[in-house]
T-cell receptor, first 111, second 115 residues
Framework: DQQVKQNSPSLSVQEGRISILNCDYTNSMFDYFLWYKKYPAEGPTFLIS?????DKNEDGRFTVFLNKSAKHLSLHIVPSQPGDSAVYFCAGTSGTYKYIFGTGTRLKVLA | GAGVSQSPSNKVTEKGKDVELRCDPI?????LYWYRQSLGQGLEFLIYFQGNSAPDKSGLPSDRFSAERTGGSVSTLTIQRTQQEDSAVYLC?????????????FGPGTRLTVL
């Protein structure tokens, strides 16, 4: 049972445009969500998080939106840069250290 | 400072052999986690250590998998009698505490291939 789903395995965006990465979850007990970014041959690195009491969290070029009724979150990157090309994982947790990760979306930002 | 390190970076083994994967967490981090990423899958939680508490082994897929953490620092994940389905990237992470708001810092992973 895939509790966190990232249905788009890949996404290509032109430099300077907006990248939107989507994530759906099924576990209504999730109350904290995270996005991690992974470059090849490196471990994932934390990018941004959001608590379920919020519907938006912004950090520089990165904004995460949470729609609890739809059990959907999205990561917006504006403007996209070639260095943003990586695999992005979303994860959810229900009050514990156990993060449940999605399968990732590979973002390619074209110069 | 130094991040999480893992060794080896790559391991190729024959079916039925035992393998040991090592993780050196960030100094001072009390929580340590093992995950694996199989082809086309997300990161799958395997096991968690917090200080001297009993580990949470709920994610280990079979009794062929075990892990230990010596002295609250270095951890070793052991897979006995490896099978082809064990082929994956095994990732270790550590965090300052086990609070979910504490960022988990990941190592680069060990790519295990079982022939």
């Amino acid at each position: 049972d895939q509790q966190v789903k990232q249905n788009s395995p890949s996404l290509s965006v032109q430099e300077g445009r907006i990248s939107i990465l989507n994530c759906d979850y099924t576990n209504s007990m999730f109350d904290y969500f995270l996005w991690y970014k992974k470059y090849p041959a490196e471990g994932p690195t934390f990018l941004i998080s959001i608590s379920s009491i919020k519907d938006k969290n912004e950090d520089g070029r990165f904004t995460v939106f949470l729609n609890k009724s739809a059990k959907h979150l999205s990561l917006h990157i504006v403007p996209s840069q070639p260095g943003d090309s990586a695999v992005y994982f979303c994860a959810g947790t229900s009050g514990t250290y156990k993060y449940i990760f999605g399968t990732g979306t590979r973002l390619k930002v074209l110069a | 400072g130094a991040g999480v390190s893992q060794s080896p970076s790559n391991k190729v083994t024959e079916k039925g052999k035992d393998v040991e994967l090592r993780c050196d967490p960030i100094s001072g981090h009390t929580a340590l986690y093992w995950y694996r990423q199989s082809l086309g899958q997300g990161l799958e939680f395997l096991i968690y250590f917090q200080g001297n508490s009993a580990p949470d082994k709920s994610g280990l897929p079979s009794d062929r998998f075990s892990a230990e953490r010596t002295g609250g620092s270095v951890s070793t994940l052991t897979i006995q009698r490896t099978q082809q389905e064990d082929s994956a990237v095994y990732l270790c992470a550590s965090s300052l505490t086990s609070l979910r708001f504490n960022e988990q810092f990941f190592g680069p992973g060990t790519r295990l291939t079982v022939l």
